[in-house]
Nanobody, 121 residues
Framework: VQLVESGGGLVQPGGALTLSCAVS????????IGWFRQTPGRPQQEIAC????????RYADAVRHRFTISRDYAKSTVYLRMTDVKSWDTGTYVC???????????????YGKGTLVTVSS
C-alpha cells in the first residue's frame, strides 16, 4: 500500500485549499481513508475519514461544515477540501488507510508522509 499526499502550502486565513491522497495497492471501495493532522507537541488528530462501510464521512467537530472529504474511484484518490481555514488548521496532514476509520492514528495500517499546510497572513 502506498499513500502520497499533495496540495499543501501557504494559505491565508479564510482561504481554501484542496489536499489529495493518491492511493495504490488499496481498494477505496473496500476500506477507509482518514486524514490526520500533526502539530508539534500534540497527538495526531483525526480530521476526517471516509469509509466503504459507513454511510457518511465523519469529521472532527472543529472542521465540520468547513472541510469536505471525498473520493474519486477512477483516480484512486481521496481529497480533503479545506475552506474558511483558520490559523489553528496549520499542521502536517497525513492520509492513512485501514479496513475501517479509526480516530486513533496508530490504529491505522498504512500512512503517507504528509503535506504541510500553513495558515498565515
Amino acid at each position: 500500500v502506498q499513500l502520497v499526499e499533495s496540495g499543501g502550502g501557504l494559505v491565508q486565513p479564510g482561504g481554501a485549499l484542496t489536499l489529495s491522497c493518491a492511493v495504490s495497492g488499496f481498494s477505496l471501495d473496500n476500506g477507509a481513508i482518514g486524514w490526520f493532522r500533526q502539530t508539534p507537541g500534540r497527538p495526531q488528530q483525526e480530521i476526517a475519514c471516509i469509509s466503504s462501510s459507513e454511510r457518511s464521512p465523519r469529521y472532527a467537530d472543529a472542521v465540520r461544515h468547513r472541510f469536505t472529504i471525498s473520493r474519486d474511484y477512477a483516480k484512486s484518490t481521496v481529497y480533503l477540501r479545506m475552506t474558511d481555514v483558520k490559523s489553528w488548521d496549520t499542521g502536517t496532514y497525513v492520509c492513512a488507510s485501514d479496513a475501517r476509520c479509526d480516530d486513533y492514528y496508530w490504529g491505522m495500517a498504512h500512512y503517507g508522509k504528509g503535506t504541510l499546510v500553513t495558515v498565515s497572513s
